[in-house]
């Protein structure tokens, strides 16, 4: 599987953007891009996924480089409930049954 | 529309006893899967199944057995309890539109 590295953590304040990275050099041409977050004592949250273009849903937006070797999750506002561990993942989505390979994500805090 | 259902959420067990972590959804799912988080780290894949009657193997998948006889269950067995296998477990599954995975609330277990 094709590896994601994302910094260790990461600090906001309330109410400000928040733009999380992700590197994957290595990525295919038939890899998405996934994003999850796990709020402490939970299981993973699926937030947003992509392959090329730049997506949008209630939860956030997903910024991709135009080499796709990189990406950023954007939260627009945060707020205390998005402290959370976010991870970036790629998935063949033509797979069947394909996994999901966690790292050990970033950590965001988000102060008030 | 209860989604993923584990149980028990917590459990503690002495080295060699045995256990089933129950796991059941009502979303009509067809791939269903077991993760384990360790302390610190993200989640690693034990065993999966893309139907009813179909098991597979994950990343970590010694010690465990799983079965699926039915679209809504997907039990996981410890079949001789290890202290290595405390840990956090999460039944996650996947719907046919294969976007984002639904995760349950975890299972957290000791073994003393």
């Known amino acids: 599987d094709a590896k994601t590295t994302q910094p260790n953590s990461m600090e906001s304040n309330e109410e400000e953007p928040v733009h999380l990275p992700c590197n994957h050099s290595t990525i295919s041409g038939t890899d998405y891009i996934h994003w999850y977050r796990q709020l402490p004592s939970q299981g993973p949250e699926y937030v947003i996924h992509g392959l090329t273009s730049n997506v949008n849903n209630r939860m956030a937006s997903l910024a991709i480089a135009e080499d796709r070797k990189s990406s950023t999750l954007i939260l627009h506002r945060a707020t205390l409930r998005d402290a959370a561990v976010y991870y970036c993942i790629l998935r063949d989505m033509g797979t069947s049954g394909s996994r999901l390979t966690f790292g050990e994500g970033t950590q965001l805090t988000v102060n008030p | 529309n209860a989604g993923v259902t584990q149980t028990p959420k917590f459990q503690v067990l002495k080295t060699g006893q045995s256990m089933t972590l129950q796991c059941a959804q009502d979303m009509n799912h067809e791939y269903m899967s077991w993760y384990r988080q360790d302390p610190g780290m993200g989640l690693r894949l034990i065993h999966y199944s893309v139907g009813a009657g179909i098991?597979?193997?994950?990343?970590?998948?010694?010690?465990?057995?799983?079965?699926?006889?039915?679209?809504?269950?997907?039990?996981?067995?410890?079949?001789?309890?290890?202290?290595?296998?405390?840990?956090?477990?999460?039944?996650?599954?996947?719907?046919?539109?294969?976007?984002?995975?639904?995760f349950g609330s975890g299972t957290r277990l000791t073994v003393v």
């Open chain 2, 55 to 102: 098991t597979d193997q994950g990343e970590v998948p010694n010690g465990y057995n799983v079965s699926r006889s039915t679209t809504e269950d997907f039990p996981l067995r410890l079949l001789s309890a290890a202290p290595s296998q405390t840990s956090v477990y999460f039944c996650a599954t996947l719907g046919a539109a294969r976007y984002g995975y639904t």
